[in-house]
């Protein structure tokens, strides 16, 4: 089956059709690297592991960048309010990143560009758009010239009017039009510069993420993804100044947008002090569970973050590693395949909730095949699919035996948990509640749902 996703900057699903199959391009925006992660940070970085981890099923050769934003205005606040060079600042909090997304499994991405490695590509860009008509130097600054670019707004579908107020543009005096956009800017003694022909200076953030991609991807490059909140005026600037740059090339043939974290469905965010940081989460949860919980709803999709939502999702591992462990006789396959169901949902623009869902339909059959065959297969889906989503990635007795709760039996509960259900299909109400009462005193609370009986410590 093809790899379907939704492109934003047509507004539906399109089967996905790389360039080169031999060489397929993905680039995502990465951190700002001044303060630790939040869950939304986490968010787009699994989403995007979980893609090109798809995008590695279908393709020999996916080459996945995805940048250091290491220049910026909040971290040369965040160094000048603790009296450090920017590189200590930009050290500390890559060092942190790197860990809370590995703990979440998320894979290190082929290329993870620096924005202060890529000055000189920045300038060369520039100086392109000036040659070309569509910026202009003033007062030390360079600016894009939008009204030069008649197609900008194409992706967030804004007009004029709504992008300068969106943008919070600042009406300077040297710019031309209220929506033109920084590309350089200058730098006094105490902040941190690099020469250039418009004097001593930084880039703007738009123009990074421009010349990385094009430094390692090439002009046009297949799948460029982010958050939502990226889509204006971030990656709008992206196009405008990448297609000007490149000779009117298209930048990215398909653009993919997560969703964003809400918290009691209020929007994650600083003003109303809900953020929600990895490291934190990290103290109170596995990792695993944190990542199954940002998986369980789908991408696009408002993710409402929750105690409840986590706890459903660590009882979905439990299930699924005690299933594992019923297997441990069980050997699989050097190179296990997903079952078709469960390709069938992450190829249907990464529908990892209906992916999971066939998972567990899957952890039902494990728990009852008795059948030699019938338990590989069973093993080699669980396992196929587990790579896919970044999940069960440890052994059943590390899993357990890093939960509070690991002491259980799993394969008792697992069991009595089939008899109940037993008990249900023939009306056996009275069974099925005494059954019910048993787990409850083992300490285990069950639900019944579509995807069969999930329970949690």
């Known amino acids: 089956m093809s790899l379907h996703l939704y492109n934003s900057i047509s507004r539906q699903k399109e089967t996905f059709r790389p360039a080169d199959p031999e060489r397929v391009t993905m680039y995502a925006c990465g951190p700002t690297v ?18 090109y981890r798809v995008l590695q099923r279908h393709y ?27 590189e200590t600042i930009t050290a500390r909090y890559t060092e942190v990143y790197h860990d809370d997304m590995r703990r979440l499994n998320v894979l290190p991405p082929v290329i993870e560009p620096r924005a202060t490695h890529h000055i000189d590509v920045i300038i060369d860009m520039i100086e392109r758009l000036i040659g070309d008509g569509f910026a202009y130097a003033a007062d030390g600054h360079v600016l894009f010239n939008v ?3 008649p197609d900008y707004g194409r992706l967030s579908g804004r007009n004029r009017d709504d992008m300068i107020a969106g943008a919070r543009v600042e009406v300077a005096p040297y710019k031309r039009d209220p929506a033109d956009f920084i590309l350089w800017k200058p730098s006094d003694a105490t902040t941190p510069g690099w020469d250039s022909p418009w004097g001593r200076g930084r880039p703007g953030w738009h123009i990074e993420c421009s010349a990385m991609a094009e430094r390692h991807l090439g002009e046009t ?17 992206e196009i405008a100044q990448s297609v000007c740059s490149h000779g009117g090339a298209e930048f990215a043939r ?7 974290v809400e918290i009691a469905s209020e929007k994650m965010s600083k003003s109303l002090g809900n953020v929600l940081l990895v490291e934190n989460l990290l103290e109170r949860y596995p990792g695993e569970a944190i990542r199954m919980a940002l998986i ?22 439990d299930r699924l590693y005690g299933a594992l462990q019923r297997l441990e006789d069980v050997t699989a396959d050097p190179e296990p395949a997903p079952s078709a169901a469960f390709c069938s949902a992450m190829d249907d623009d990464l529908n990892s909730a209906l992916a999971i869902a066939t998972l567990m339909e899957t952890v039902t059959r494990a728990n009852t095949a008795t059948d030699p065959s019938e338990r590989r297969v069973a093993k080699n889906e669980l396992v196929a699919a587990g790579a896919e989503l970044g999940i069960l990635q440890s052994t059943p007795e590390d899993w357990f035996a890093g939960d509070p ?5 799993v394969a008792r509960v697992e069991a009595l948990i089939a008899e109940r259900n037993d008990a249900r299909a023939e009306r056996d109400w009275g069974r099925a509640d005494a059954l019910r009462d048993e787990l409850a005193e083992m300490g285990v609370q069950i639900q019944d749902g579509p995807a069969g009986t999930e329970w949690r410590t």
């Not at 001044?34 to 893609?51: F, S």
């Not at 939502?309 to 979905?316: F, G, P, T, Y």
């Open 34 to 51: 001044y303060n630790p992660p939040h869950i939304g940070n986490a968010r787009a970085a699994v989403v995007y592991d979980l893609l």
């Open 60 to 86: 020999d050769n996916v080459i996945y960048a995805r940048n250091i934003t290491d220049v910026d205005d909040k971290i040369n606040a965040a160094a000048r309010e603790q009296d450090v060079p920017i």
């Open 147 to 149: 009204p030069a670019y």
């Open 221 to 237: 490059i297949d799948i460029h993804g982010g958050g939502n909140d990226l889509k204006f005026p971030h990656h709008e600037n």
């Open 254 to 260: 398909y653009w993919v947008h997560n969703g964003f």
């Open 296 to 317: 369980r709803t789908r991408y696009r999709e408002p993710l409402n973050w929750d105690e409840a939502l986590v706890a459903e999702a660590k009882a979905q591992l």
């Open 405 to 409: 709760g690991g002491e259980i039996d």
